[in-house]
């Protein structure tokens, strides 16, 4: 139990460099503080302490601003950074290494039974503000912008932006995957893409009536010259 908790307050600093010591993590950081709370209720909850689960849960997001149903699987080195805002669902998975920023939200959309929340894969960054709502599946190492609104599975590996969130595509794929704060990956976004294709092209376009207006005012005054005479 103590190791895991070390690891955990070591998750931390290998993704917040204002982290300066294990005390400060244990003392000062309330995504640390919350998923000890979410250790304790998902434990109870599992045992059928339903109504000890809640209470420890409510205590958890009063004191840290952050709400984790006990009824949610998180796995290893997880790491809420700020915190503040973050609310995630009763049958969310989220697997390892994953990475919230505050105000996200892992929501359902429906009243069924069942799973109705997202599963999260491992080494996932998600964005300050993003919303992933229902039983959608995140792959492994996908990243999603910050304010993005998910609705849609997302395969491993690709960054999702927007509102709804749309796939960009990466200029250069990377050899070895890294941590990108709130998962600002470079990218190339199709839809910027297209926007600056048309503005090229209607630079192209103004460009050539330029050159057909000179040419039209050349010809008038060639011909005044000629009536001139």
């Known amino acids: 139990m103590f190791k895991r908790i070390l690891q955990e307050i070591d998750a931390v600093f290998a993704r917040d460099p204002a982290a300066r010591?294990?005390?400060?993590?244990?003392?000062?950081?309330?995504?640390?503080?919350?998923?000890?709370?979410?250790?304790?209720?998902?434990?109870?909850?599992?045992?059928?302490?339903?109504?000890?689960?809640?209470?420890?849960?409510?205590?958890?997001?009063?004191?840290?601003g952050i709400e984790i149903h006990p009824g949610a699987k998180i796995g290893q080195h997880?790491?809420?950074?700020?915190?503040?805002?973050?609310?995630?669902?009763?049958?969310?998975?989220?697997?390892?290494?994953?990475?919230l920023y505050h105000d996200v939200t892992l929501g359902g959309t429906s009243f069924e039974k069942g799973i109705r929340h997202p599963q999260i894969g491992n080494n996932v960054i998600i964005g300050a503000g993003a919303q992933l709502l229902g039983p959608i599946h995140v792959?492994?190492?996908?990243?999603?912008?910050?304010?993005?609104?998910?609705?849609?599975?997302?395969?491993?590996?690709?960054?999702?932006?927007?509102v709804p969130a749309h796939q960009v595509q990466p200029k250069v794929v990377p050899a070895v995957q890294h941590f990108d704060p709130y998962a600002t990956q470079e990218e190339e976004d199709p839809m910027v893409k297209t926007v600056d294709q048309l503005i090229k092209q209607m630079n192209a376009m103004q460009k050539r009536l330029d050159e057909l207006e000179a040419q039209n005012q050349d010809s008038m005054q060639t011909a005044k010259r000629w009536e001139g005479k």
């Open 139 to 162: 792959g492994d190492g996908a990243r999603i912008g910050s304010n993005a609104v998910v609705v849609k599975d997302v395969p491993p590996g690709v960054t999702m932006v927007g």
């Open 21 to 64: 010591s294990r005390l400060e993590v244990c003392l000062c950081y309330p995504g640390f503080h919350a998923l000890l709370f979410h250790r304790l209720s998902h434990k109870l909850w599992r045992h059928n302490f339903r109504l000890a689960a809640r209470i420890v849960s409510a205590a958890g997001r009063f004191i840290t």
């Open 78 to 99: 997880f790491f809420i950074d700020h915190g503040m805002g973050v609310v995630i669902g009763e049958t969310a998975t989220i697997g390892d290494d994953v990475t």
